[in-house]
């Protein structure tokens, strides 16, 4: 962390990642909306939403949502953003739509990933920019 940075609460950086992670929903079903639009089959546009998403994600946690451990290179910080976090959510979001598409519909399935995804991103976030897990 900075010295000259002052330190959020874990409340306030909940609230922060909440309200990112609103706007990325909406950047990740927009975009999700329009691939399917274009006749891209659903996992391939749901691969496509998330990469379009997960970049806004970063940014926005990466700078507004969390204190970043300076020690950390941005660039390891990303990976460790992809490779957990986003992965997490591009896993979890796919995985609901191959299972349940078929019974509930693929907007159904697309929405039950990502609230899913939303609790075990804010840790995955918090690791990878901050360093830890918990306080």
């Known amino acids: 962390m900075s010295a000259g940075q002052p330190q959020r609460s874990t409340g306030s950086k909940i609230v922060r990642f909440a309200l990112v992670g609103l706007v990325n929903t ?6 999700f ?3 399917l639009k274009l006749a891209v089959p659903a996992l391939a546009a749901n691969v496509g ?3 379009v998403a997960v970049l806004f994600s970063f940014v926005a946690n990466r700078f507004w949502s969390f204190e970043r ?3 950390i290179r941005l660039h390891h910080s990303f990976l460790r953003f992809v ?4 992965l997490i959510s ?3 979001s796919s ?11 693929v907007w159904p399935a697309k929405i039950l990933g990502v609230v899913v995804a939303a609790v075990l991103n804010f840790l995955a976030a918090r690791w990878s920019i901050e360093g830890r897990l918990v306080k």
């Open 83 to 86: 490779s957990l976090g986003a």
């Open 33 to 35: 909306f329009l691939l």
């Open 49 to 51: 939403a998330w990469f």
């Open 69 to 71: 451990d300076r020690d």
């Open 90 to 92: 591009l896993g979890v």
């Open 95 to 105: 995985l609901s739509i191959a299972a349940l598409a078929e019974t509930a519909g």
């Open 26 to 31: 909406g950047i990740d079903l927009t975009a």
